[in-house]
Structure formats: structure tokens, C-alpha cells
């Protein structure tokens, strides 16, 4: 469960400072498929790499578990961030000379790989539809198949939480859908916790946790369930 109580987060924009989030609190609970939206530059990407202490608040605290990031020392931080969250990026992040199997098990290299994590990347390869590509390097896979590498390595260390910004953002939308058919279908049997954040509303159901960001705060001051959210739409 992540809980985020008022955190404020700024930016120095040359001579001035931008004030990313103004004291924004949400709760997902554990095991969730959450979403994140608003409008460009309203803060999503600032909340979500709070989320995984790729970056510090001024104020305010991040519960996950019931442990406050923002208090945690820098030697807790790097293992929350190497051990308990996968991260997956809009521009997928693989390392161009490994292959599809050694991108997938780059979390584990800084401490050497052992058979059962490599069997455990391969089956996970296997899982997205890339059974046959595991010695393929990324520039000899498209963008879907580049991208299902990067959720097969932020899925390898069994996180608890997984982050992903924009991970459709590069794609076509058909294979927009089959990323996230992938994630669901992930998600739903590794029950970790996923929060996505996205401009793609389409993928959003109606059991899924809706945050929407305006101004660096919850629209409305609360949650919305997507039902909520399709409601207040086509109200306007
Ligand atoms: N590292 C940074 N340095 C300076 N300003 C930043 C930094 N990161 C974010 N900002 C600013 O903070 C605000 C929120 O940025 P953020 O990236 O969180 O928006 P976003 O909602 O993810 O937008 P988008 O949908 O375009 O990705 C923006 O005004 C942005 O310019
Ligand atoms: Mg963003």
C-alpha cells in the first residue's frame, strides 16, 4: 500500500521555481491497477518517481508499507529501488548491446546471476510472447517487443510496486493494447501493485484506481474509481 500524505515538490526553472506538486495526498492500496492522469505538466511523472524514490519531496511523506521513504537512509533507498520496484519508461531504457535475456536480468548483474533467475527471466520472456527472441538485441526487435523486454525486467525481482510512465507513448495503438493486455494479465497473477501513468484513457476499466492530477493536485481533492470518472465526463 502506498500512501502519500501533502507532498510538495519544486523545480528551478532558471530563475524561477516550478511548483510540480502543491501538497498532493492519494492512498492506492495493495495489489491495484492504478492510473494516473492530467494534463501535461501537471506533475504525474514528478508523483510517480517519488513513488520510486528516483527523487526526493520537500515536504510531505511517502508511505510504502508503512515506511516513509523520505526517511529512509540513501543505503535504504537504493535497495528499495533495486529490490522492491520494477520501472518501466516510455523510451523502454534496454541496454543495446545485451540481448533480450541479459537486459532482462540487468538487475541482478551488479551480484551475479544464478541459473534459477536466468530460468526465471526466459520463462518471463516466454510469458510476453518472446520465447524465441531471447538472444535478439534490441535494435533487431520492434518497439512492442522492445518494450515487452523492459516489463519482463521490471517483473524478474518480484517488486512489489511497478511504475510505469507513458509505457504506450512510443507504440501504435494496436500495440498499445497488447502492452497492455500483457500488464494486466501480469499484474493480475503476480498481484503487485502497477501504477500507470498515461494520456491514453481508453485502457482505463472500471475496477481500476483513477488519479487525476491538475496543478500539481487531485482534481476534485479526492480519488476517483473509473466509473466516477466516466461519470463526471459526460457530465461536462
Ligand atoms: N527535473 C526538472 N527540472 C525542472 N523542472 C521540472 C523537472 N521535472 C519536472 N519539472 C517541471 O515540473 C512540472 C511537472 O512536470 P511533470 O514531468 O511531472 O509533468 P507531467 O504531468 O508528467 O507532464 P507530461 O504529461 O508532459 O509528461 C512541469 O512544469 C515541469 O516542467
Ligand atoms: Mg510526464
Not at 488519479?211 to 493536485?217: F, T
Request: glycine content about 10%; proline content about 3%; aromatic content about 6%.
Amino acid at each position: 500500500m502506498i500512501d502519500v500524505r501533502n507532498v510538495t515538490k519544486s523545480f528551478r526553472s532558471g530563475s524561477r521555481w516550478v511548483q510540480a506538486l502543491r501538497g498532493l495526498s492519494c492512498r492506492i492500496e495493495g495489489g491495484r491497477f492504478a492510473f494516473i492522469v492530467g494534463p501535461s505538466g501537471s506533475g504525474k511523472s514528478t508523483l510517480l518517481y517519488l513513488m520510486g524514490s528516483l527523487d526526493r519531496p520537500d515536504s510531505g511523506q511517502i508511505l510504502v508499507d508503512g515506511r516513509d521513504l523520505v526517511r529512509m537512509s540513501e543505503a535504504e533507498q537504493n535497495a528499495y529501488r533495486r529490490d522492491r520496484v520494477g520501472f518501466i519508461f516510455q523510451s523502454f531504457n534496454l541496454i543495446s548491446n545485451l540481448t533480450a535475456l541479459e537486459n532482462v536480468l540487468v538487475p541482478f548483474l551488479p551480484r551475479g546471476v544464478t541459473a534459477h533467475q536466468r530460468h526465471r527471466a526466459a520463462d518471463l520472456l516466454t510469458e510476453v510472447g518472446l520465447g524465441d527472441r531471447l538472444d535478439h538485441r534490441p535494435y533487431q526487435l520492434s518497439g512492442g517487443e522492445q518494450q515487452r523486454v523492459a516489463i519482463a525486467r521490471a517483473l524478474v525481482k518480484q517488486p512489489v510496486l511497478i511504475l510505469a510512465d507513458e509505457p504506450t507513448g512510443e507504440l501504435d495503438s494496436k500495440t498499445g493494447d497488447e502492452i497492455y493486455t500483457i500488464l494486466r494479465r501480469l499484474q493480475e497473477s503476480s498481484g503487485t501493485t502497477l501504477v500507470v501513468v498515461t494520456h491514453d484513457r481508453r485502457f482505463i476499466t472500471p475496477d481500476d484506481l483513477v488519479l487525476e492530477i491538475q496543478d500539481g493536485q487531485l482534481a476534485n481533492g479526492h480519488e476517483m474509481g473509473a466509473v466516477d470518472y466516466a461519470t463526471a465526463l459526460s457530465a461536462r
